[in-house]
């Protein structure tokens, strides 16, 4: 009803929509499955309510609406019947009198727009075009017009204006608009104006295949506000994955399933490095939020800002990024207070051996002792906190059991929390992702490089952004760049190609030369740039930065930038990138990717030994016909064990076999065995028995 008498209005010439009351803003959507999602959007002042509305656009459809309209100096402006939709094309069929004899330039000049049922202009189709122009031989009787983008409203039109806007008509001409054929396609609607209280509407009904658009108006007693900005909700369903087939050592079959709303699908090929061993805990603080160290927010629990549950202490705090207990008290001659217990977990394997990374933020010059279990001080790691309060170690602690945790305590009773900690059990392995000392440069030297070059013809990995890149021999860099609009442009700048890192920290060492010693900065960082995690480095009097840092906030697919305050010329002589990954960490090395149109893709030529796994990154067509990259999928690994064949060895006793353990040839555990390696297998049956065998793993 209300649509229809939006329609009325707009064809009666008069402005709808027009509220005292703000549209709503920040219109988002979250936890789409294909089926369903959840729309939320700012509270409006004053609002009493909300409308929503849901809808796809239907297919094709055209229809003739007959105007009889006329444009000249005494009515110069023009609105054609609204479509409920979106506009594809308008042909308007017209007859134009009062221009003969007249020069284009001086006939009635016309401007053809397009508009919502409010007469809110959205995009212009021509700038001008004179009615001298439409009627140079009496012959011309129609004027198509393309549609353009969506408007922020359910109703469009176009509206054509005789002159400038504001301006008085100028000009010879009467044009006599008779039909306007529309083919547009109409707005479907799963929820029309559908009330509701709050800032918050689940939507449910809907199809994968099927992209939708929503938008929201506010209540305010009998004021109606104009409608939100539209939100297209053209999302992908998540792309699933499916296991690998015909495993191989040197090829396997990457697997998905079909994504209803995909034009292609591109998936990559990774070699997966990890450390030996299991990694028991994992904590970043991603869920925390709500608070600082000074002034946290007290909580009930802190399972639901954790990834594992089961973290205690006698009065749970979180604030941004990190998660805590409170100060404690001495009551009764007992401390109350004042320590935190890790999940239990079993903690047996290594001899009970646990390596531990941790990013603390604690009381200054307290002392935080870390222990398994019951205390003793042979097997207690004891952190004395600097005055600024930001602890980062990694330690090693024993005396792990089968059902265990790990306590944290603060000698003086008082307020710690943890950004981040990792507890593993093996070998750590320093992964190097990027090294490089740029002997492919083999002329030129610092003060006269060789420029206008390719930069993937000189590094070991292709893939450096770099502005105006420049080579030495033994040296690849960077001219100077310069500041236009306000904005840094040219050269000062490198970054390294995206690499796989496992989230955490990681290591940079760099040796470069700077072209203002004494003068310039160098600023090195992961990822996005954050102030807090950057490192900076002042250029010395002879120019050379030689340094070893380690920088938090690695994650996959990042890269490291190098930056130059000044945007001044600088070349790096080398660099090393590494990680150090904890047992149970790993880190994704991109190898091959392939753009294809099925849903699965055989990847050759692998090294027998080697662990491989596969993401599928999904593309899709929007609005306008054009692929986009959706998201990438996590990395599905390649799994062996399900194709381990036996080498003669020791049988398997009758009893059922309860857990199965993997180690190499030397004794250490493997999670995950790589196809092409030999294993011993070691099967614990019910009885309490164990039976061995070697295996080649296929």
Not at 155 to 176: D, L, N
Not at 375 to 402: C, L, M, Q, R, Y
Not at 496 to 503: H, I, N, S
């Amino acid at each position: 009803m209300r649509n229809s008498l939006l329609c009325l209005l707009a064809l009666a010439g008069i402005p709808t929509g027009a509220s005292a009351i703000a549209p709503p803003a920040g219109l988002a959507q979250s936890g789409y499955d294909g089926h369903s999602l959840t729309l939320t959007w700012e509270a409006v002042e004053g609002a009493t309510g909300y409308e929503v509305s849901v809808w796809h656009l239907g297919e094709s459809t055209t229809e003739a609406q007959y105007v009889n309209q006329i444009i000249n100096k005494d009515n110069p402006v023009l609105y054609t019947p609204v479509v409920n939709g979106h506009l594809d094309k308008a042909v308007i069929n017209y007859t134009i009198s009062g221009t003969t004899g007249i020069d284009n330039d001086k006939t009635l000049p016309l401007i053809f727009r397009q508009a919502d049922a409010s007469h809110e202009i959205s995009s212009i189709f021509r700038g001008e075009i004179y009615m001298g122009q439409l009627a140079v031989t009496n012959q011309v009787s129609t004027y198509e017009i393309f549609g353009g983008y969506p408007v922020d409203e359910f109703t469009q039109c176009i509206y054509i204006e005789a002159g400038p806007s504001g301006s008085e008509p100028t000009g010879e001409g009467t044009m006599t608009i008779s039909t306007v054929v529309n083919t547009y396609r109409p707005n479907v609607y799963i929820m029309d104006h559908e009330a509701s209280t709050a800032t918050t509407m689940k939507v449910s009904g809907l199809n994968p295949a099927t992209n939708y658009y929503a938008s929201v108006k506010a209540i305010g007693g009998e004021d109606i506000s104009a409608a939100s900005e539209i939100l297209h909700l053209d999302s992908l369903v998540p792309t699933v994955l499916k296991p690998a087939s015909s495993v191989t050592p040197s090829s396997y079959t990457a697997n998905w399933e079909a994504n209803p709303k995909a034009s292609s699908y591109v998936v990559t090929n990774y070699e997966i490095i990890s450390a030996d061993g299991i990694c028991q805990i994992s904590e970043n603080g991603a869920k925390c939020s709500g608070g600082t160290f000074d002034n946290p927010t007290t909580v009930e629990s802190l399972d639901e800002y954790t990834d594992t549950k089961g973290w205690k202490g006698v009065t749970c705090l979180v604030a941004d990024g990190m998660f805590g207990v409170a100060d404690g008290a001495v009551r009764g001659g007992r401390p109350i207070g004042g320590y935190m217990y890790s999940p239990n977990a079993d903690f047996s394997a290594n001899n009970g051996k646990l390596n531990i990374t941790l990013s603390m933020h604690a009381t200054p010059e307290d002392v935080i002792t870390v222990y398994i279990g019951s205390f003793s001080t042979d097997k207690a790691h004891v952190i004395n906190v600097p005055e600024s309060g930001i602890v980062t170690e990694s330690f090693e602690i024993s005396g792990g059991t089968a059902d265990d945790y790990i306590r944290f305590e603060s000698k003086n009773l008082k307020k710690f929390f943890i950004r981040s900690i990792t507890v593993a059990q093996g070998e750590p392995l320093e992964n190097i992702l990027l090294e490089d000392s740029f002997d492919k440069a083999t002329s030129g030297t610092f003060d006269s490089p060789i420029e206008r070059i390719s930069a993937d013809d000189y590094t070991e990995m292709p893939g450096w952004s770099v502005n105006s890149a420049i080579v030495a021999k033994g040296m690849f860099g960077t001219f100077d760049g310069m500041i236009l609009g306000g904005r840094p442009y040219g050269g000062g700048t490198m970054v390294t190609p995206a690499l796989g890192f496992a989230e955490g920290d990681a290591t940079i060492s760099f040796r470069l030369q700077s072209s203002k010693p004494s003068e310039d900065q160098i600023t090195v960082y992961i990822g996005e740039y954050d102030e807090a995690r950057a490192k900076v480095f002042d250029v010395p009097a002879d120019g050379i930065i030689d340094e070893t840092v380690t920088l938090s906030g690695a994650y996959d697919g990042a890269t490291v930038h190098f930056e130059s305050k000044n945007l001044k010329k600088f070349m790096l002589d080398d660099i090393k990138v590494y990680q150090t990954l904890a047992p149970g960490q790993k880190s994704y090395k991109k190898l091959e990717s392939a753009t294809v149109n099925g849903t699965s893709h055989t990847f050759t030529g692998l090294e027998s030994g080697k662990t491989y796994g596969y993401s599928v990154r999904t593309d899709y067509l929007n609005f306008f016909g054009m692929t986009e990259e959706g998201a990438e999928s996590a990395v599905m690994q390649v799994s062996a064990t399900s194709s381990i064949e036996c080498v003669p060895g020791i049988s398997d006793s009758e009893s059922p076999v309860v857990s199965v353990i993997y180690t190499d040839l030397a004794g250490r555990r493997i999670i995950e065995p790589a196809p092409g390696s030999v294993v011993i297998r070691t099967a614990v049956h019910a009885d309490g028995s164990r039976s061995v065998s070697k295996q080649l793993v296929r």
